[in-house]
């Protein structure tokens, strides 16, 4: 049942630091309990982060991981019963939550429209820029993440990272309008992460503010100029092929896309 | 572009539509170009990593060649916009060899694919500089900085359509008029006087 992997004791990777042990670690046996269960699956994932940003996938195993959140093998696979895969995937789902979390903060707080644009974007931008798995993978594994940002792939992102932008928008403007400048904006934020410009770090406020400033909220006039005047059918498109626009119902087959989606890079593409 | 090298691409890019990246070797471009191997070694020193990246952008650049062609006697810079848009999203949906590796073997394509687009994106730039120069960028608008943006948001449309129907001219018209062009050029924004022009056509 249990994949072996390699158990390989790398020197190396033995002396780089842990997490402290964890105190609820001793006492596995009733690890049952939610709120253990929860505790752990964090630590499990902190210190899959860690082996990512240090080694990638390839040469990340189940043991690594163990001695790096300073649980047993048992716990690990207690947490997740798929090993190293469901791992993985387990961290992608969860940095999307954090990002998106973070986000919320930023997009809830803003008084005003502008300082919603600038705050998420600054906000997405920084965490993608800092994030040091995401680092290591694209600069070591960049087949890893550059799936996730093309063609229908990037399309799914675009939706999953719009419809969760849109609702805290749609304070200024109508929800189809949100819609489409939370789509706007993420490509934006993925545009920059990917292909960084020195004239253009979207990190910085000021920059971003420019950016927003002379861009896009006039696009965002227009955009509602034009939904005054023409009846345009902008309900989400149903499927990454977008082969079906008149889906009358919005947002309803959306929540299965929402795994794999951070998988946004900074630069190793420039 | 030499023709030896350039039928050794032409020859290599029919084996990838046939076998794939993965399965495409040396010997088999060679065949196909009908030249020995070491016309193959000659003109790709780097063998078979370095046919394939070639090749990459070699049907890069032939797939931008057919999209300048299709954008030359556009009147407007909004009419270069939809009409480049346009037929970048159909050349995307209906390349079929594209679609194939993608679906096949995209972690062989995309690294390749992703250093094009830096290029692409250059180029896309510089395209615009003239049409930008000539209509004018609205007050407080860097055109280097203006350009840039401009294609990175037309790269990010060619490749992910998102909420937008690009084979819809309507709607076209109006991404053109709104999320690109609106803080770029003078009169394109609601009120100015490009407005009610832009609606008209749009319509």
Redesign the interface.
């Known amino acids: 049942m249990v994949p072996e992997g390699a158990t390989g004791t790398d020197p190396d990777r033995a002396a780089a630091g842990h997490l402290p042990a964890d105190p609820g670690a001793g006492a596995e046996t009733g690890s049952g309990r939610p709120d253990q269960t929860a505790r752990h699956r964090v630590r499990i994932i902190d210190a899959t982060l860690a082996c990512l940003a240090r080694h990638g996938t390839v040469k990340t195993t189940v043991d690594d991981i163990a001695r790096q959140a300073g649980v047993s093998r048992a716990t690990v696979y207690r947490v997740f019963p798929g090993g190293r895969d469901e791992m993985l995937a387990a961290v992608v789902d969860t940095e999307m939550a954090r990002l998106f979390s973070a986000l919320g903060v930023r997009l809830g707080e803003a008084v005003d429209l502008t300082e919603a644009l600038v705050g998420g974007i600054v906000e997405a931008s920084t965490r993608i820029r800092g994030h040091q798995a995401l680092a290591y993978l694209v600069e070591h594994e ?2 890893m993440v ?2 996730h940002l ?3 792939e ?2 799914r ?3 999953t990272a ?1 419809l969760f932008a849109a609702p805290f928008l749609a304070r200024w403007m109508s929800p189809m309008e949100a ?2 400048v939370a ?2 904006a993420t ?2 934020v ?3 992460a ?2 960084p ?1 020195t ?2 770090d979207l990190t910085d406020p000021a920059r971003a503010t420019h ?1 927003v400033e ?13 939904e005054c ?2 009846t ?1 059918d ?4 149903e499927s990454p092929g ?1 082969t079906d ?1 008149t889906d009358p119902t919005p947002q309803a087959d959306h929540t299965d896309h929402t795994d794999h989606t951070d998988h946004t890079d900074q630069g190793a ?2 | 572009m030499d023709d030896t090298r350039q039928r050794i691409l032409e020859a290599t890019y029919a084996c990838v539509a046939r076998w794939g990246l993965a399965k495409t070797t040396v010997e088999d471009a060679a065949r196909e170009a009908n030249v020995s191997r070491a016309t193959v070694y000659r003109n790709f020193p780097g063998g078979r990593d370095e046919l394939l990246e070639a090749v990459v952008a070699w049907a890069t650049l032939e797939f931008f060649a057919r999209l300048y062609e299709r954008v030359q006697g556009a009147e407007s810079l909004e009419e270069v916009m939809e009409r480049g848009i346009m037929f970048a999203h159909r050349s995307i949906v209906e390349h079929e060899v594209l679609q194939r590796v993608m679906q096949t073997e995209p972690e062989k394509l995309l690294p390749a694919l992703t250093v094009e687009s830096n290029r692409v994106r250059r180029g896309i730039a510089e395209f615009l500089v003239p049409f930008l120069e000539q209509r004018g960028v609205a007050a407080g608008v860097d055109l280097k900085e203006a350009a840039d943006f401009l294609a990175r948001m037309v790269l990010s449309y060619m490749s992910a359509p998102g909420r937008w129907d690009l084979d819809d001219p309507v709607q076209v018209a109006q991404l053109v008029r709104s999320e690109l062009l609106a803080g770029v050029v003078s009169g394109a924004g609601p009120g100015g006087p490009g407005g009610p022009e832009a609606r008209g056509s749009a319509r």
């Open positions: 960049p087949e550059l799936g093309a063609f229908d990037s399309d992102l675009l939706t719009s819609g489409r789509e706007w490509r934006i993925l545009s920059y990917i292909a410009s004239h253009m950016l002379t861009f896009v909220l006039p696009g965002i006039g227009a955009l509602h100029d034009s005047t023409a345009i902008i309900t989400p498109f977008h626009q593409m420039s």
